[in-house]
């Protein structure tokens, strides 16, 4: 009995000390087993059979507890597993080798409440969750409470399921973009997207998030906003989306949908976006528009917009319905592309009423309601390596909304000749009058009409063209002598071909001037010389030692100029006729009026001309610069000019022309000034409304007077800006991070403004009897009420009728993950408001297009 009793007892410790050698003992001789290193201090290794585990497993915890017949390891309190490409930290960690099963949960507290996230790291992305397991046979994962974060936005799901390393299924899930919850500044989003169903597709170019039925929330109250499934993209290349528009009323059109729409990327080099306005009274408006890029090439948009405008109840006489287009082309090539060859195109066709007609409000924000004209160009510019020229073939469209009338230039070409020197140079250093004679030339040739809208591309519009050919050279040459004075010598030859001339008579039945339109070629040339002196002179007035004022210095440039020129009025030249008015006199005209190569001049023209510049700036003290003086400008220019004709038979002086220009307060106050002074007296006729030149010298009369000023204000200029962190020491939280607080809880914060002042006044006499006068002022600024708030508008006076023009007033709220917007126009022909609310990352205006992230625009990538 002892011995068998003693017999088992040995057998039973040789089978205790064999496995705990095995326990021990690295497995070396084990093909493809796994070891887990272990950072405890007793550094235990775990062997896990081949089957669990395909790659190192490493962990780390304060205190490991292993279940051997259980095949269970228990890490505590700090616990971290490291295996492939994920890493779970966590304060508890269970590994069970029979399931193949990590499972990970948050630090509890007293209460069993999760008070530290798990935090799972894979493939470069952080997850948070309370409870994580996941099968290292099937690479699939659950995770509860789960905080995912993707690109500018954040996902937490009850439950998170991931099927591989593309796909995640997630249940009861909510998404928000909301930079304070992304950066876990707030507990709470301020608003989120709710989808009992959501499911995370990642690929190689980005991410996307695909849901069910998703209802918005704001400040977790929900909101109507229901929408059957949604798709966001998650990648910085452009996307399709839905182009959300603003609203609001328009008194002539009613309520409005402006810029509702869809955009649409189109392979790498084009985008397309659709655009539309819709209104309640009738209107609607179509806006198409493709944008194209190729990088270092060119790039451009065309554009078109289609729509009818609907005023008035129909059945009544305040009823009208117009239709109304525009089309548009941009192109523009990059300057790296071909130096020697560039294309552009600048073209915008519209309806005649377009402006007057549009139910598109971003014309009404930006005044382009106020156009008159409107010009459209495309032009092809040639250059040469070794030719000094430069050819320019250019075709022009010009739309008068005023006449009703378009100029039309097809085609036009210009041929440049660089500037060169006539005569070469003996010592290098060009010297006299000779050596530098230079030579400008160049010929133009136009196809020109003038026609009306309904005409264009018609019969009568080829009827009206007219083709005309210029070629004009300048020779010009200067030297200096006596050291301080520069002489000019300069001549201009005008060459010129039409196809149609002009005869001019009257019709005593019709009782009208008749211009009769002649085809036939005929031709002109001029020629005028001139010569001129000029120089510099300089004064300076200097003050007493102490006085503010230091110095004062003027600076004067006069310069005298002799002009002659024949008179190609005569009618030896051809160029000029006369016909016989109503009362029988001669009037004469020339055959060239109304072409498109222009006029020759009339009247002989032998003029001393002259002009006076002066340039006053003085030094004044200043403690504010580092040198103790500062330069200030009284005139930055103030120009005297006038001439005296020897040839003319009447009135030799001309008018007087004065002009001036200078900026006050630091450059900030600008003043441009002009004056116009007629030496001679005005005569009117008793009951005539224009008068006539005298031959009275003496009465410089006012003819004209102009005056410009310009004064932006600011907060910056009167006082620094308010260091508020030194001067309180408590801060806002969350959102009030750009608030500080006194003793008795007042905000405070910096509140920038800017205003920019405008002021015109012209007066025009003339011959007239009566002044013409405009006197305007115009205001345009901005306030920030709140670091959140900000209010800007502009308005126009009239100071003479005493009405205020175009006026607009808006404000903008930034509304943590929204901005508002609004704009209203409270009188005029336009009385509009819109109203728009957009959203700010970039992930979801791109998918629902709050911004337009076309790759037309500078940020927008490609």
């Given at each position: 009995m002892d011995k068998t009793v003693f017999k088992n007892i040995l057998q039973f410790l040789i089978i205790l000390i064999f496995n705990s050698f095995l326990a021990q003992q690295k497995p070396k001789e084990m093909l493809k087993n796994t070891v887990v290193n272990d950072t405890i201090p007793k550094k235990d290794t775990v062997v896990v059979k081949t089957e669990s585990l395909q790659d190192i497993l490493e962990t780390k915890s304060d205190n490991m507890r292993r279940d051997i017949p259980n095949r269970m390891t228990y890490l505590l309190k700090n616990a971290q597993v490291k295996y492939q490409d994920m890493q779970i930290e966590a304060d508890y960690i269970s590994i069970d080798d029979k399931k193949s099963i990590f499972f990970a949960r948050g630090k509890q507290d007293s209460l069993g409440k999760i008070v530290e996230l798990i935090k799972v790291t894979q493939g470069g992305k952080t997850y948070e969750t309370t409870d994580f397991s996941y099968n290292t046979k099937t690479r699939q994962a659950i995770a509860y409470n789960a905080r995912t974060e993707e690109s500018e936005g954040v996902i937490v799901a009850q439950k998170t399921k991931k099927y591989n390393d593309s796909v995640f299924v997630m249940r009861k899930a909510l998404f928000t973009t909301d930079d304070y919850f992304l950066k876990k500044k707030d507990t709470a989003a301020d608003y989120h997207l709710l989808a009992s169903h959501i499911k995370l597709v990642k690929g190689k170019n980005g991410s996307q998030v695909?849901?069910?039925?998703?209802?918005?929330?704001?400040?977790?109250?929900?909101?109507?906003?229901?929408?059957?499934?949604?798709?966001?993209?998650?990648?910085?290349?452009?996307?399709?989306?839905?182009?959300?528009?603003?609203?609001?009323?328009?008194?002539?059109?009613?309520?409005?949908?402006?810029?509702?729409?869809?955009?649409?990327?189109?392979?790498?080099?084009?985008?397309?976006?659709?655009?539309?306005?819709?209104?309640?009274?009738?209107?609607?408006?179509?806006?198409?528009?493709?944008?194209?890029?190729?990088?270092?090439?060119?790039?451009?948009?065309?554009?078109?917009?289609?729509?009818?405008?609907?005023?008035?109840?129909?059945?009544?006489?305040?009823?009208?319905?117009?239709?109304?287009?525009?089309?548009?082309?941009?192109?523009?090539?990059?300057?790296?592309?071909?130096?020697?060859?560039?294309?552009?195109?600048?073209?915008?066709?519209?309806?005649?009423?377009?402006?007057?007609?549009?139910?598109?409000?971003?014309?009404?924000?930006?005044?382009?309601?106020?156009?008159?004209?409107?010009?459209?160009?495309?032009?092809?510019?040639?250059r040469f390596l070794k030719l000094p020229a430069t050819i320019t073939g250019t075709a022009s469209y010009q739309q008068n909304f005023a006449t009703g009338l378009a100029d039309l230039r097809l085609p036009q070409m210009n041929v440049a000749i660089n500037q060169f020197y006539l005569f070469g140079s003996k010592t290098g250093v060009r010297q006299g009058l000779l050596e530098n004679i230079t030579v400008n030339t160049g010929l133009n040739f136009t196809n020109y009409v003038s026609t009306e809208e309904g005409e264009l591309f018609k019969k009568a519009m080829w009827d009206k063209m007219q083709t005309g050919l210029k070629?004009?050279?300048?020779?010009?040459?200067?030297?200096?002598?006596?050291?301080?004075?520069?002489?000019?010598?300069?001549?201009?030859?005008?060459?010129?071909?039409?196809?149609?001339?002009?005869?001019?008579?009257?019709?005593?039945?019709?009782?009208?001037?008749?211009?009769?339109?002649?085809?036939?070629?005929?031709?002109?040339?001029?020629?005028?010389?001139?010569?001129?002196l000029?120089?510099?002179?300089?004064?300076?007035?200097?003050?007493?030692?102490?006085?503010?004022?230091?110095?004062?210095?003027?600076?004067?440039?006069?310069?005298?100029?002799?002009?002659?020129?024949?008179?190609?009025?005569?009618?030896?030249?051809?160029?000029?006729?006369n016909y016989s008015d109503a009362n029988g006199a001669l009037t004469p005209y020339s055959i060239f009026d109304g072409g498109n190569i222009g006029r020759p001049t009339s009247g002989m023209?032998?003029?001393?001309?002259?002009?006076?510049?002066?340039?006053?700036?003085?030094?004044?003290?200043?403690?504010?610069?580092?040198?103790?003086?500062?330069?200030?400008?009284?005139?930055?220019?103030?120009?005297?000019?006038?001439?005296?004709?020897?040839?003319?038979?009447?009135?030799?002086?001309?008018?007087?022309?004065?002009?001036?220009?200078?900026?006050?307060?630091?450059?900030?106050?600008?003043?441009?000034?002009?004056?116009?002074?007629?030496?001679?007296?005005?005569v009117f006729a008793p009951g005539e409304e224009i008068g006539v030149r005298s031959e009275e010298?003496?009465?410089?009369?006012?003819?004209?007077?102009?005056?410009?000023?310009?004064?932006?204000?600011?907060?910056?200029?009167?006082?620094?800006?308010?260091?508020?962190?030194?001067?309180?020491?408590?801060?806002?939280?969350?959102?009030?991070?750009?608030?500080?607080?006194?003793?008795?809880?007042?905000?405070?914060?910096?509140?920038?403004?800017?205003?920019?002042?405008?002021?015109?006044?012209a007066y025009s006499k003339s011959l007239s009897r009566t002044a013409n006068k405009i006197a305007s002022i115009g205001l345009d600024g901005s306030v920030k009420l709140t670091p959140y708030w900000n209010i800007n508008g502009s308005t126009h006076y009239d100071m003479v009728t005493k009405d205020l023009a175009y006026t607009r007033i808006g404000f903008s709220r930034d509304q943590r993950s929204f901005t508002i917007n609004f704009n209203w126009v409270p009188f005029g022909q336009y009385k509009v408001y819109d109203f728009f609310i957009g959203i700010k990352a970039n992930i979801l205006s791109d998918a629902l297009k709050y911004k337009d992230r076309s790759f037309t625009q500078p940020n927008a990538p490609f």
């Open positions: 695909i849901t069910g039925p998703v209802q918005m929330f704001i400040e977790q109250v929900p909101t109507p906003l229901v929408m059957p499934f949604a798709i966001l993209p998650f990648s910085e290349k452009r996307s399709a989306g839905i182009l959300i528009p603003s609203f609001g009323e328009r008194e002539d059109v009613g309520f409005f949908l402006n810029g509702i729409g869809y955009y649409q990327p189109i392979g790498e080099h084009f985008d397309m976006k659709v655009l539309a306005d819709i209104y309640t009274k009738g209107s609607w408006t179509l806006r198409p528009e493709m944008n194209y890029l190729k990088k270092y090439r060119y790039s451009g948009n065309f554009a078109a917009d289609i729509g009818s405008t609907v005023r008035g109840i129909k059945g009544l006489d305040n009823y009208t319905k117009t239709g109304t287009y525009r089309i548009a082309w941009r192109h523009s090539q990059d300057l790296k592309a071909n130096p020697f060859l560039t294309f552009s195109a600048s073209v915008d066709v519209t309806s005649q009423t377009f402006y007057n007609n549009t139910v598109n409000n971003s014309y009404i924000m930006d005044q382009s309601v106020l156009r008159t004209q409107q010009n459209s160009t495309i032009s092809l510019t040639k070629n004009n050279i300048s020779l010009g040459t200067n030297t200096t002598f006596a050291k301080y004075f520069t002489f000019s010598l300069n001549a201009t030859i005008d060459n010129a071909l039409t196809t149609k001339t002009l005869t001019k008579f009257y019709d005593p039945i019709e009782n009208v001037v008749v211009d009769k339109v002649n085809k036939k070629i005929a031709g002109y040339s001029t020629f005028s010389t001139s010569a001129s000029q120089t510099m002179l300089y004064g300076m007035l200097k003050f007493k030692k102490g006085s503010a004022v230091e110095a004062i210095r003027h600076m004067v440039t006069p310069s005298v100029s002799f002009t002659y020129a024949p008179d190609f009025g005569e009618m030896k030249y051809g160029y000029f006729k023209v032998g003029a001393l001309g002259f002009n006076i510049g002066n340039n006053i700036e003085m030094k004044v003290k200043s403690k504010s610069d580092s040198t103790g003086v500062k330069k200030m400008k009284i005139f930055e220019s103030l120009n005297i000019s006038g001439n005296y004709n020897f040839a003319a038979d009447s009135h030799p002086w001309s008018v007087i022309s004065i002009s001036g220009q200078s900026s006050f307060f630091d450059n900030k106050l600008s003043v441009n000034t002009s004056l116009m002074l007629d030496p001679y007296k005005t010298f003496g009465a410089f009369s006012l003819q004209g007077f102009n005056v410009q000023l310009s004064y932006p204000l600011s907060s910056e200029l009167f006082g620094e800006k308010t260091d508020y962190s030194k001067k309180y020491s408590t801060k806002g939280e969350i959102r009030n991070e750009n608030y500080y607080f006194d003793n008795d809880n007042y905000a405070h914060f910096d509140q920038a403004w800017t205003l920019n002042i405008n002021a015109n006044y």
